[in-house]
């Protein structure tokens, strides 16, 4: 049995942090969490909510780029039970520049829907409770 609380942190390659940073801030209300340039070769950003369990961190290797590979089953899903608050959060997403997108999986456009960013990474926002 583990004293500690566990944190999540979903870390990818990026093509363009400004982007990225606005577009899951705009889209998904994240705040920058913090950030980071010239370490290693790396510059990075660290977006979440403030005593979350979880954040997303995007980064851009300046030596060696990694260019981002993501896959139609590579993603990101969020619970949103309130139908208002996820409407709202949908148009969010649109306003920030996300493309709706058909998920691979039609599990999730049964109750959600699946948004794609600049670099082809999926989101769903999900309009359920999490199962778990």
């Known amino acids: 049995m583990y004293n ?3 944190h999540l942190r979903v870390a990818r390659p990026v093509s363009n942090l400004p982007t990225s940073k606005a577009m ?3 889209g998904l209300g994240l705040q920058l969490l913090g950030s980071f340039s010239e370490h290693d070769g790396f510059d990075g950003i660290m977006l979440g909510l403030p005593g979350a369990g979880y954040h997303l961190e ?6 060696h780029p990694v260019p ?3 896959t139609v089953e590579d993603l990101l899903v969020l619970y949103l039970p ?9 148009a969010c997403m649109r306003a920030a520049g996300f493309r709706a997108t058909p998920s691979a999986n039609p599990y999730w456009d049964e109750h959600g ?3 794609v960013d600049h670099d082809g990474y999926r989101t769903v926002l999900q309009n359920a409770k999490s199962p778990v």
């Open 4 to 6: 500690l609380i566990p």
């Open 24 to 26: 899951y801030c705009e």
């Open 58 to 63: 995007f980064i851009v290797d300046r030596q």
């Open 68 to 70: 981002p590979t993501p």
């Open 82 to 90: 309130d139908h208002a608050e996820w409407q709202t959060r949908c």
């Open 113 to 115: 829907v699946t948004f």
